[in-house]
Each structure stands twice: as structure tokens, then as C-alpha cells.
């Protein structure tokens, strides 16, 4: 098409519309601590979003679309989030669980299974649909599991497992 036909107001106005946050097929399992994270995001994007929409035509515009792109994500997140009742057993590892585990050369890592948007690996806090996460999901201590990593993969031993 030649240029003289496309028209450059709607061009630049689609530009400037932020990316859609990217929201993952699998289960929204939260943990309390996961779920009231939610709602502690979401009120704080609500608030940021009044104050620019109270600026009225002085408000900026591209961090108001930004701001409703975030409303929409952490609104859907809370409205499918699926509270996981923390384990009162610690025979296996379920989402919630603290797992020490030992890799093949000895070395002891301790992490929380979690869900998505509460995971923070260099806090512990793991995502359970992670590789890692998946291959602790549902052991038992002293169970050898694969946890595949895309640098290669390594067998993990789960030394203790602890009630979230």
C-alpha cells in the first residue's frame, strides 16, 4: 500500500496503545499470602489510576493507558485466582510447601512453592508450574526427582518439606 493512503494519526495512536500483559494458560493458584498481594496490587494501580484521571486533560496519557493495561491484568488475576488451602501435612509437596532439597553435588536450596505472580526466585518464593516447582510438586522426602532445566538436567533429592 503506498503511504499516501495510510492514515499517520491512527498509526501513531496505535503505537502509543501499551502491550496487553500476557497472561499464562495455567491455573491462578494463589496462596493467602499470593491472594492478598493481588488485592494490594490492584488497589494500588486503582489509586494511581484516579489520580491521573482526576488531572484531567493535564493527565498523562500514556502512563493512564498504561495504568488500565495493568488494571485489566491484576483484575482478571484476582478474578481467577484459586486459593490453595495451606497443607496441614507435610508427607509430600504441595503449593504453599517449604522444600529443602539437595542437588547432585551436595548443595542445599531451600524454596516455597507459590503461585505465578507471587513467585520471587531470589527470595525462594517459586512459581509450582516452573520446572522446578513441577518436579517437586506431589514428592515425598527422600524421593530423587528430574528437574529439567534448560541448562541441562539434574536429579534433586528432597531432604525436608515444611507447612507454608
Known amino acids: 500500500m503506498s503511504r499516501a493512503f495510510v492514515n499517520e494519526d491512527n498509526a501513531a ?43 484531567g486533560e493535564l493527565a498523562d496519557k500514556q502512563r493512564q493507558a498504561d495504568l488500565e493495561r495493568d488494571w485489566r491484568y491484576f483484575n482478571q488475576r484476582l478474578q481467577s485466582a484459586q486459593l490453595v ?20 553435588q551436595g548443595n542445599e536450596q531451600r524454596v516455597q512453592l507459590v503461585g505465578e505472580d507471587q513467585a520471587d526466585a531470589a527470595s525462594g518464593l517459586i512459581n509450582w508450574g516452573s520446572p522446578l516447582g513441577r518436579a517437586l510438586l ?20 528432597v531432604l ?5
Request: proline share 6%; hydrophobic share 40%.
Open 85 to 104: 488451602v495451606p497443607a496441614s501435612s507435610t508427607d509430600k509437596v504441595q503449593i504453599g510447601a517449604w522444600v529443602t532439597f539437595a542437588d547432585e
Open 13 to 55: 495512536a496505535q503505537a502509543d496503545q501499551p502491550v496487553e500483559r500476557q497472561v499464562s494458560a495455567q491455573p491462578n493458584y494463589v496462596t493467602p499470602a499470593g491472594l492478598a498481594q493481588l488485592q494490594v496490587k490492584l488497589a494500588e494501580v486503582q489509586n494511581l489510576l484516579n489520580e491521573q484521571s482526576a488531572k
Open 138 to 157: 506431589g514428592a515425598q522426602v527422600g524421593d530423587e526427582v528430574l528437574w529439567k532445566r534448560p541448562a541441562g538436567d539434574w536429579v534433586i533429592e
Open 160 to 164: 525436608s518439606i515444611e507447612i507454608g
